[in-house]
């Protein structure tokens, strides 16, 4: 999204080629944009048109399973003076979007869809935008990305709120774009710029990725596992504090600061205990809160995982999908409205798991097997290919290790 905003080539290194990154590839390529990807290089070039460079595209967006970027992507389209569709996969269709269309009206943008656009297929005709005050109560990387983006093309400043801080990884870019990007006490504010910066950088491995990997020895006596290259963002990094608190044995060390802080993470693994997870982390785990329910499963004494209900409108509802595929195998779970109750237990047994067509619920299940007493059959793995398409070589070459 940067690069094809940026005024010039952007060069990216390290780029993660799974199905929700090509999609959003796929799209910016149908809207006029030169994006350079050799498969298997990881690196990708973009040749950035600026911020009013992009063109109509002749079909539909389709983002596949990826709500990251048909909600950000909501907020650059805002700006243009082109109409658009976005949609999606079914689990895409069925994901709340208001939280991002209502305040883009409110900006001036034109938008239509399903349950006064509350759902994909949505149309969007960018318009005149004006700035806005918005406090972010879902505390949501997402709608606070797509707000800023929409306040890079509005008269007057934007302003966002939120209690709870959310994931920066958008503010980061912006200021190495060198957009207007200011903290104004409890308020961060954009105004309108005439241009962005490209950017060239090597990006950190994604954190959501390696929390299997890292969890998966935390959990496990005896276990020692290094992860390296991995980003250590503070505000993506809750799972590993978490972890801590249960008695994991876990040590980082930042390696090098592009965009984002990233280097090494070295895990020794043993019997964790219980832990209270209360709502003001949940912004910076939420995307790794189905292995942790793995790891509390296994934990001696009670979990509260609590205030977590945007769990429920993921790609599935990650609460009832991990509890049910947890409880089939042995754990004891009790769902909860924002959360669940976890009480631990030694091992697993074998037995047959549904994904929900979910890929952190299919790879959450998968590490579960290394603690069973069976077999773990899990059942719709194709999902997997929405951020890891590598996740099931890695994972048995490490069983193997």
Same mark, same amino acid.
Request: proline share 3%.
């Given at each position: ?57 002749? &079909?539909?967006? #389709? %983002?596949? +399973?990826?709500?990251? !970027?048909?909600? @950000?992507?909501?907020? /650059? *389209? ?51 935008? &004006?700035?806005? #005050? %918005?406090? +972010?109560?879902?505390? !949501?990387?997402? @709608?606070?990305?797509? /707000? *800023? ?125 219980g832990i209270r997870v209360s709502p003001e982390i949940i912004p910076s785990v939420i995307d790794e809160l189905p292995i942790l329910m793995v790891a509390c499963a296994l934990a001696e004494g009670e979990s509260l995982i609590a ?95």
């Amino acid at each position: 999204m940067f690069g094809a905003l940026g005024e010039g080539r952007s060069r990216f290194e390290n780029f993660l080629e799974a199905d929700d990154c090509l999609r959003t590839v796929e799209a910016f390529r149908s809207m006029g944009i030169s994006a350079s990807l050799k498969q298997g290089s990881h690196v990708l070039e973009i040749e950035g048109k600026g911020l009013s460079g992009l063109q109509a595209s002749a &079909k539909e967006l #389709d %983002l596949g +399973n990826s709500g990251t !970027s048909l909600r @950000v992507l909501l907020g /650059i *389209l805002a700006g243009q003076k082109f109409e658009s569709i976005l949609t999606g996969d079914e689990s895409l269709r069925s994901r709340p979007m208001k939280r991002v269309t209502k305040p883009l009206k409110q900006m001036g943008a034109q938008i239509k869809g399903k349950d006064d656009a509350n759902f994909a297929p949505i149309t969007i005709r960018g318009g005149k935008l &004006k700035g806005i #005050d %918005l406090e +972010n109560t879902l505390s !949501s990387a997402q @709608v606070k990305s797509a /707000i *800023l983006f929409a306040g890079l093309y509005a008269d007057g400043k934007t302003r966002i709120s939120e209690k709870i801080p959310s994931r920066d990884h958008t503010e980061r870019f912006l200021r190495a774009a060198g957009a207007p990007l200011r903290t104004e006490g409890e308020w961060l504010s954009i105004e309108k710029v005439s241009g962005l910066k490209p950017l060239a950088a090597k990006l950190a491995g994604d954190f959501s990725s390696a929390a299997f990997f890292i969890t998966a020895a935390a959990m496990t006596e005896g276990s020692e596992l290094v992860v390296k290259n991995v980003g250590l963002n503070p505000t993506r990094t809750g799972l590993v504090r978490l972890l801590k608190e249960m008695g994991a044995s876990i040590e980082e060390r930042v390696v090098e600061e592009t965009l984002e802080p990233w280097g090494e993470i070295r895990v020794r693994g043993k019997r964790l205990q219980g832990i209270r997870v209360s709502p003001e982390i949940i912004p910076s785990v939420i995307d790794e809160l189905p292995i942790l329910m793995v790891a509390c499963a296994l934990a001696e004494g009670e979990s509260l995982i609590a205030g977590a209900g945007e769990l429920r409108v993921k790609e599935t509802d990650r609460i009832h999908s991990m509890a049910s595929g947890l409880s089939a195998i042995g754990a004891d779970v009790k769902e909860l409205p924002d959360g669940c109750v976890i009480r631990g237990v030694e091992r697993f047994r074998g037995g047959s798991v549904k994904s929900f067509g979910d890929h952190r619920t299919a790879m959450a299940l998968a590490v579960a097997s290394l603690a069973t007493r069976g077999e773990v059959s899990v059942e719709g793995l194709a999902c997997v290919q929405t951020s890891y398409p590598g996740f099931f070589k890695d994972f048995n070459a490490l069983r193997r290790s």
